[in-house]
């Protein structure tokens, strides 16, 4: 199916939405941190998930200076069960860099979001469209959906590039939030009715099964030092059932990250010049 005209295309999104708009705690609020914090979230984690987490992290980490003056494992044991561990560390780099250079406000501009960590092109527009209502065309998975059924339907290889001309091209100047959310609402009716619209896609990529994988096991290091403390690479894989070469590897790649420390052959969770 394809829709030429702009207005026919708008009709039918708005339409949908009218009747069928999901709700979410952070299309509630238009507090741009609060907003901030959901779009990291919402980058890697299903929706369902971020709903339930999303209003525990607000409560602890209200503002920015509430997450720069917590420690780290403060802002990891919240984070836990959204998965992709280094996302609460960005955060927490983001309310630092937002108190230090910023007076502890959220930039508008796209220009400063992008160099905050963790924050790419698309997250940036996100926060610009839902928190301050600024209109910058901007991708996810189901506005992706939207367009290529829509525009794009019998293209096998549809790049992001393209996509995002259309997307420009009809954009809401006038209330570019609501037109987002509508956009994304419908991509996930689209995505019900229609299998493999995403692998038309050319940047479309399968997830990599999580059991097993080495992301199970970074997490399940994060979750053993938040509760135990300080452990070796031996006391961990005992703990956690995995061999010792494997998880000293993978504890090592966390070190590198700066997520860990190593002391006197001890990993501990870093607190200090994350």
Known sequence: MK???V???RKKILEYYRRNKRDFPWRETF???HILVSEVMLQQTQVQRV????PEFIKSFFS???CANAPLSAVLAKWQGLGYNRRAKYLKQTAEILVAAHGGKVPDTLAELVRLPGIGKNTAGAILAFAFNIAVPFIETNIRAVYIHLYFNDNAAVHDRD????????LDLKNP????WALMDYGVYLKTQHNGLLQQSVHYKKQAVFKGSNRELRGAVIRLLLKEGP???AEAAGRLSKPEGLTKKTMDGLVKEKMLEKLYGRYMLREEDI
């Not at 939030?177 to 987002?180: F, I, K, S």
């Open 3 to 5: 829709i030429h005209d």
């Open 7 to 9: 207005n026919q295309f």
């Open 31 to 33: 507090e741009p941190w």
């Open 51 to 54: 709903a339930v987490k999303y």
């Open 64 to 66: 920015p200076g509430a």
């Open 163 to 170: 996509i995002l001309e259309k997307i420009a091209a009809t």
């Open 177 to 180: 939030r609501v037109w987002y």
């Open 231 to 233: 452990v070796s690479a």
